[in-house]
C-alpha cells in the first residue's frame, strides 16, 4: 500500500459522556476511495470534523503528510489541501451554477472584495474547467435551486474542488438523490477523483454504492472501527452484516 497522506492516531471526544471517538486510529493512503459505514450516532462525522478542525480532540493527533494539523483552524487545514463537500451552506441558491462557481474561486483567493470584479476571464474558465470536471458543463447558465439533486451534489463537489485539494472528505454523497441519480453522481464524482488525482474518505449509508465504488471500507461502532477491509470483505464479515447492513 502506498504512504499514508492522513494518519489520526488514538483520538478521543466525549460528548457529554458519549465516546464519539474512543482511541480512533486511521490511515488514509494516497489514491484511495475510502469508505466509513456504521450505525446512526457511531461517531463517522465526527471523525471528518477532527480532520477538518470543526472538533478538537481531548487527546491523539491529526498528521497531514507529515505535520500535525490537530489543533490548526478549518481555514488552515482546508489551504493545506483538505476540502469538505457538502459542507458550504447554499447561500446563492438563487444564482446561476457557474456564479457559485466563480464565488468559490474567488474565496479560494483570498478576494473577498467589493472593489474586485468577481468575473474574470480566468476565473470563469476555471469555473468552467470545474463544472465540466464534475459533468455540469451543461448546466453552467441554470439556477442552482432548479437543479436536480444529484446535480446540486455535483456542485457542492465542483465547489470544494475550487480549493484544489489533496484530500476530499465527503459526508454522504448520495443521501437525498434519487434511486436513478446515484449512480451517474457517483461515477461523475470518480471520474473527477481519478482526472485530479484526489485521496476521497466518504461517510456512506448507502451499501450498494459502498460495495461498487469503495477501495476500502472502515466499519464504525461506537466511536471506534470495528472491522475494515475491502468491500468483500467487511460484507462478508457476520457481524458487520447484523449490526451495520441490517441482514442476519
Ligand atoms: N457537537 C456535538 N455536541 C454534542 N454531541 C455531539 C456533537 N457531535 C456529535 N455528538 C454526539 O456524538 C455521537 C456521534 O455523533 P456523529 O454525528 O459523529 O455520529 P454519526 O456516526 O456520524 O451519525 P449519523 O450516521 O447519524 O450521521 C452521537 O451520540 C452524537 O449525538
Not at 457517483?186 to 454504492?209: K, N, P, W, Y
Not at 460495495?211 to 470495528?226: H, P, Q
Request: glycine fraction near 8%.
Amino acid at each position: 500500500m502506498t504512504r499514508p497522506i492522513l494518519e489520526a492516531k488514538g483520538l478521543h471526544v466525549s460528548f457529554n459522556g458519549v465516546r464519539a471517538a474512543d482511541d480512533v486510529s486511521i490511515a488514509v493512503h494516497d489514491g484511495e476511495f475510502l469508505a466509513i459505514i456504521g450505525p446512526n450516532g457511531s461517531g463517522k462525522t465526527t471523525l471528518l470534523n477532527i480532520c477538518t478542525g470543526y472538533i478538537r480532540p481531548s487527546s491523539g493527533s491529526v498528521v497531514l503528510d507529515g505535520h500535525d494539523i490537530t489543533r490548526l483552524s478549518p481555514r488552515a487545514i482546508a489551504r493545506r489541501g483538505v476540502a469538505r463537500a457538502f459542507q458550504i451552506p447554499q447561500l446563492f441558491s438563487a444564482q446561476r451554477v457557474i456564479d457559485n462557481m466563480m464565488l468559490a474561486l474567488a474565496a479560494t483567493d483570498g478576494l473577498w472584495s467589493v472593489v474586485q470584479p468577481l468575473e474574470t476571464a480566468s476565473r470563469r474558465d476555471e469555473a468552467r474547467a470545474l463544472l465540466e470536471l464534475v459533468g455540469l458543463a451543461d448546466d453552467a447558465g441554470r439556477i442552482s435551486s432548479k437543479l436536480p439533486e444529484g446535480h446540486r451534489k455535483l456542485m457542492d463537489i465542483a465547489v470544494a474542488l475550487a480549493l484544489k485539494p489533496r484530500l476530499l472528505l465527503l459526508d454522504e454523497p448520495t443521501s437525498g438523490v434519487s434511486a436513478l441519480e446515484r449512480f451517474p453522481l457517483m461515477e461523475a464524482l470518480m471520474s473527477a477523483l481519478r482526472q485530479r488525482r484526489i485521496t476521497a474518505l466518504f461517510v456512506e449509508h448507502d451499501m450498494d454504492v459502498v460495495a461498487r465504488y469503495a477501495s476500502r471500507v472502515l466499519v464504525w461502532s461506537a466511536g471506534n472501527i470495528m472491522a475494515e477491509g475491502r468491500p468483500d470483505e467487511v460484507f462478508s464479515n457476520a457481524q458487520v452484516r447484523q449490526r451495520v447492513v441490517g441482514v442476519a
